[in-house]
């Protein structure tokens, strides 16, 4: 692939990918606004934004994976860029809750076929020596688009409606879906010797021998309970600790300098990789002790402004590693096992992520700490241990790499 052709195919995934974020972080950025109009308990919202697109997402990414193993990636990628982004388009005429959430049902479905189908595409098409750098151009698309979800979403709901802004989030995938096709061409796979005609169970088995592809589950679904946590108790923070809410939207800020410190992450970790390929899951290492010490400075500071700062370092940090550890996992497997591969590291993080960090951080929050810092202790609680978890899977990943890396010699 030329640099022209390679940089717009980057950039087009790259966007997609902001969209999809864009489309997903929406309903957080309207909650309030949606449950008000319709009538709705926090209850209801919190199902919108959690269980009716995470779950979804979550358990989809693995079959869809499958599915997208054995067609083409770009009818995937196209036909699930104009299915969520119509269904949130729809979601701005919605008269109830059952049509929401059934929308957002289609959403969390239709995006999980996304990134698997994006990682076995760049996987196959770019150098493997640029894996890192790719996928981490790849993964800044994630906070670009929960910063442009809460700046842009919230600006238009505020001029006009949630309807207008649910509205203005669907139309630009709508419009970029056929240019996708059109410019597009799917990449060719190389015959690997996997079976066609294996189980999905088979295949997960397979790759789950492999003690490498275990740590790096184990490692980078710690470091995805650190950012959900985050994530989701930032905003107390602010307002419990320092009494201050309007720095939570501020926050969003922190999130387009994320998509950057991914990026150098990723290029880090090619330029450690050309001494020893195992040194990539450094950059593993690094988001998880990176971090610590500016949550500390930051979680327990006695104003709410460098508190703000800190925290937001921290950030910085510790979210870092979301290309890395996308691009690790496809030296691991074989080429027909590549989406599946991805749909697996997605089913791992956002269990880990949604379904521990937060509840855990809560539990801790209302049962165990008290008083002012109560939330500021289960956050940095959460953080460590994770933190601990995540040196220590990835020092015996590194331990494996070489004999569990699939090479050209392992295929020829």
């Not at 697109?53 to 104009?82: E, H, N, Q, W």
Request: charged share 10%; aromatic share 14%.
């Amino acid at each position: 692939m030329n640099k022209k052709l390679a940089f717009g195919t980057i950039f087009l995934f790259t966007l997609i990918y902001i969209l999809s974020f864009v489309d997903r972080q929406i309903v957080a950025v309207l909650g309030t606004q949606i449950r008000d109009s319709l009538l709705l308990s926090n209850f209801q919202i919190g199902l919108l934004y959690g269980p009716a697109f995470s779950v979804v997402y979550a358990i989809a990414g693995i079959p869809m994976g499958r599915l997208t193993d054995k067609t083409s990636r770009k009818t995937m990628i196209c036909f699930g860029l104009f299915i969520w982004s119509l269904m949130t388009v729809l979601s701005g005429f919605a008269a109830s809750f059952t049509f929401l959430i059934t929308a957002r049902l289609f959403v969390g479905l239709s995006q999980a076929i996304l990134s698997p189908a994006v990682y076995s595409y760049m996987a196959d098409e770019f150098s493997p020596d640029k894996r890192a750098t790719i996928f981490s151009l790849y993964a800044s698309g994630i906070f670009i688009g929960i910063g442009l979800s809460f700046l842009a979403g919230g600006t238009i709901s505020l001029i006009y409606d949630w309807r207008m802004a649910m509205i203005a989030a669907g139309v630009p995938g709508i419009l970029l879906a056929p240019f996708a096709w059109w410019f597009l061409t799917e990449p060719g796979r190389k015959n690997f010797p996997v079976k066609s005609d294996s189980t999905i169970m088979a295949d997960i088995l397979l790759m789950l021998r492999k003690p490498a592809i275990r740590w790096h589950l184990i490692g980078f679904s710690s470091l995805a309970c650190t950012g959900y946590t985050i994530l989701s108790f930032a905003g107390n923070v602010f307002n419990d600790v320092f009494n201050s809410p309007e720095f939570i939207p501020k926050f969003g800020w922190f999130m387009f300098g994320v998509a950057g410190t991914v990026i150098i992450s990723g290029k880090t970790a090619d330029l450690l990789s050309r001494k020893n390929p195992a040194r990539r899951f450094w950059m593993g290492i690094i988001a998880a002790l990176g971090g610590i010490p500016f949550y500390l400075l930051g979680l327990f500071h006695s104003t709410v402004e460098m508190a703000f700062i800190f925290i937001g370092i921290g950030v910085l940090i510790s979210s870092s590693y979301n290309g890395v550890a996308a691009a690790l996992l496809q030296y691991f497997v074989h080429s027909k096992q590549r989406a599946l591969a991805g749909g697996l590291y997605l089913f791992v993080i956002s269990i880990a992520g949604f379904g521990v960090g937060p509840p855990l951080t809560g539990w801790l929050t209302d049962s165990v700490f008290s008083g002012k810092y109560s939330v500021s202790y289960a956050i940095i609680t959460v953080i460590t241990v994770n933190g601990i978890i995540a040196v220590f899977s990835f020092l015996q990943a590194m331990k494996h790499y070489h004999r569990d890396a699939v090479t050209m010699k392992t295929v020829n």
